[in-house]
């Protein structure tokens, strides 16, 4: 007997394929299908034929896999598609994304004792011959297990094996359950921390409900959210914590496997395939108990989630710009309430969207006031550069200012640690010849090269085009005119190094670390005192414990508020935030030195007096008058294309075709702010509405009959970060 049914593949649609099925496929079964002259992976959305063919005509599915997604986990991946304007296949293909995972488990063979003796098989005593049965007298054990131990080559086995001495077995191997019993929790919650732990305690029994947990850096805001996920343990739930960089979690997952006495799964885009797959099946199988990852993770297939936090929920790394365009802080909350479980949003500093669902109450707040035992908040000095200025020196140009040195050249000798924190990667963002005036700059995108000495190279950050340095104006030929303009993180250690001769100065960013084992290493070595002053991009900024770091210096406060972007002031207000509560995380006190040229600006004011809601206000004030999230609604579109004048011609075509109704302002077209990325033209569209209109249904209607040709690329972005 068969059936017609929809599958939805992993590719760009927002409607199934029918295909004849076995009876026993359902909705939700992980199915293989032919799929023009290729196969593809996809999974059934309904059953049913949705297309007026000859049913004879339909093709069947090859193969039916053990795998069945479960209904709520469909609704969501249609959910995040509608909401994003993104297609449901390509918002699929994130479930999917573990291929080889849906296969039966590989079988693995094992080796155990028949029975039979060496005399009753007619064999000879050998020494090799009974280092194996002693061995296999214990447990069966695989081929290379077995020649590991003994030190046997393979011809002996399989001589036991032929005289039937030995037999071979075959078994799945499958992921055993994570242990959900907690082994040792040392930790004494303070009264504060009591009770915020005991309101998400109460919380997991609620069903779907959303908790801010507020509280500055180092108030204990993990210990008080490991509670809640041992209160899920204890109820055989599953909990997801997703954290916005993965790479950075090595302290996070030593405390935690301290406590709870296994090691949590985690998901990233670092993970190999089979590492993916074994994590995929732990997951849908509900072996996976606890699962930390990046934003990606919140597209498995649990099988019983219990509990999702969101750690450092306000970074924007949450927002993914590939492919589907999505906020994965925001759709957290989405699958939460789909699986009408509870959410903890945990961070030290809130978005302002997080903050008005508070007040609308929305989300419940929950707010640690005190850094744990004696550690004191830093003290916070603004250092006007037009004042202090910086010195040259024998190496050139300066960036510190005498006072920041002072602090540093004390710190120092006090046998203690700073840190220096510039978001800019590279040795200089800019090279310029002083006798013609040439900017060297990327063919392929509107930006510098960035200049990396180490590597000898100029890099553009926007495409990765890389030349060698070279060595004389490639437009004047000037052997002595061209000039780093500028500083990047490897400008500063080189003149940190010659200021400080005798400390040990390291620099960490995303061009001298690039793997897990690199970060770590650098992590290590800095808790155990082998590095004096470490200089970071904004990878310093996030939740590391040093006890000894006193001194943070941030070398331009100004950098971030450059930008046009809506959260400009936002981001930057929140990272000198989290870079400041590096600072003197324990007994000692911290300072930390912010060197900016706008010592009048809101953020460094709030900053200062550790005021959060200075900021905010004045943030709110003006995201209200201009109808900004989370007072409006907002979308971006960009039209890009090789040929400049199509990419025009298309962004003015657009514009013109806009169904204009009260409420919905319409701003551009607009030459995108890089105008030129990766060869391609670019041009931006702006959508606010106000808050009553339902964006999404105004750009479908406004696109519904527009069909560029390939050559044309229309990117829609719902909640936009980046405006460049
Ligand atoms: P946050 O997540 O708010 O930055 P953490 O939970 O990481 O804070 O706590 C900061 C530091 O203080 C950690 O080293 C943590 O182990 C310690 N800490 C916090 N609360 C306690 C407590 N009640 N008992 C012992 N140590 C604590
Ligand atoms: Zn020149
Ligand atoms: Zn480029």
């Known amino acids: 007997m068969s059936q017609i049914v929809g599958v939805m593949l992993p590719l760009p649609f927002n409607d199934v394929f029918d295909y004849q099925a076995p009876d026993n496929v359902g909705v939700g079964s992980i199915v293989l299908v032919p799929f023009g002259k290729d196969k593809q992976i996809g999974v059934v959305f309904k059953i049913g034929a949705s297309a007026k063919l000859d049913e004879t005509k339909l093709k069947s599915i090859i193969k039916v896999f053990p795998f069945v997604l479960e209904q709520k986990l469909i609704r969501f991946v249609e959910w995040v598609a509608k909401y994003n304007l993104a297609f449901v296949g390509l918002t699929l293909k994130m479930v999917l994304c573990a291929k080889g995972a849906f296969d039966d488990p590989k079988m693995h063979i094992l080796y155990r004792l028949s029975g039979k003796t060496l005399a009753q098989a007619k064999l000879k005593n050998s020494d090799a011959r009974w280092r194996v049965m002693d061995l296999l007298k214990h447990a069966p054990y695989s081929q290379s297990e077995i020649i590991q131990a003994t030190a046997v080559s393979p011809s002996v086995l399989k001589t036991l094996e032929k005289a039937g001495i030995i037999e071979s077995m075959n078994i799945k191997i499958d992921e055993p359950t994570q242990e959900q019993a907690v082994h040792d929790f040392p930790v004494v919650l303070t009264d504060e921390q009591q009770k915020a732990a005991n309101v998400l305690i109460e919380n997991i029994k609620r069903g779907f409900n959303v908790t801010l947990l507020d509280g500055v850096t180092g108030s204990g805001k993990t210990e008080v959210y490991l509670r809640a996920t041992i209160e899920a343990l204890s109820q055989k739930k599953q909990v997801l914590i997703l954290v916005p960089e993965i790479a950075l979690t090595t302290q996070w997952l030593e405390r935690f496997e301290k406590r709870f006495g296994f090691k949590p799964y985690q998901w990233h885009s670092a993970l190999n395939q089979t590492e993916r797959s074994k994590t995929w099946r732990a997951v849908i199988q509900n072996k996976a108990k606890v699962l930390i990852g990046a934003r990606s993770a919140l597209f498995l297939p649990y099988a019983d989630l219990g509990l999702i936090v969101v750690d450092e929920s306000h970074d924007q790394t949450f927002k993914q710009e590939d492919m589907v365009n999505y906020q994965a802080r925001d759709m957290a909350v989405v699958r939460a309430k789909i699986e009408d479980i509870p959410i903890i949003l945990s961070t030290a500093t809130p978005d302002l969207e997080t903050i008005v669902n508070v007040e609308d109450g929305k989300y419940q707040h929950i707010v640690l006031k005190n850094r744990y035992a004696a550690a004191e908040l830093p003290e916070i000095k603004i250092i006007d550069l037009k004042k202090d200025k910086p010195q040259k020196g024998d190496w050139g140009t300066s960036w510190l200012s005498p006072s920041l040195c002072n602090a540093l050249q004390k710190t120092f000798d006090d046998g203690l640690q700073s840190m220096l924190f510039l978001n800019r990667r590279g040795y200089a963002p800019l090279m310029i010849c002083r006798d013609c005036g040439t900017r060297i700059q990327c063919p392929n995108c509107t930006a510098w090269l960035t200049e990396h000495r180490t590597q000898k190279q100029l890099i553009c950050h926007h495409c ?139 953020v460094l004011k709030a900053l200062i007096s550790h005021d959060r809601t200075l900021f905010l206000n004045t943030e709110k004030k003006n995201r209200q008058m201009l109808y900004l999230p989370p007072y409006g609604r907002l979308a971006s579109l960009i039209i890009s294309s090789p040929y400049e004048n199509l990419a025009q011609k298309a962004a003015i075509h657009l514009a013109k075709i806009f169904p204009h109704q009260d409420g919905t302002f319409l701003l551009g077209p607009a030459p995108a702010p890089i105008y030129m990325l990766r060869g391609k033209y670019r041009y931006r569209l702006l959508l606010k509405t106000l808050k009553t209109i339902n964006i999404q249904n105004v750009i479908t209607y406004w696109l519904k009959n527009v069909d560029f040709p390939s050559n044309i690329r229309l990117e829609v972005d719902i909640d936009p970060y980046s405006f460049m």
């Open 464 to 602: 990765g085009y890389t030349i060698e340095t070279p060595k004389r104006c490639p437009q004047c030929g000037s052997q002595t005119g061209l000039n780093a303009c500028g500083p990047g993180v490897e400008r500063i250690a080189e003149e940190v190094k010659f200021r400080f001769p005798l400390s040990k100065v390291e620099v960490i960013s995303s061009d001298t670390v690039n793997s897990f084992k690199n970060i770590s290493d650098i992590i290590s070595r800095m808790e155990k005192h082998q590095i004096d002053i470490l200089i970071g991009t904004q990878i310093l900024a996030k939740g590391h414990h040093f006890p000894l770091l006193t001194t943070v210096g941030i070398v331009d406060a100004d950098l971030g508020l450059m930008g046009s972007d809506l959260r400009a002031q936002e981001q930057t207000f929140q990272l000198l935030s989290q870079v400041s509560g590096r600072a003197g995380r324990s007994e000692k006190k911290g300072t930390v030195y912010v060197q900016t040229l706008y010592p009048e600006s809101t």
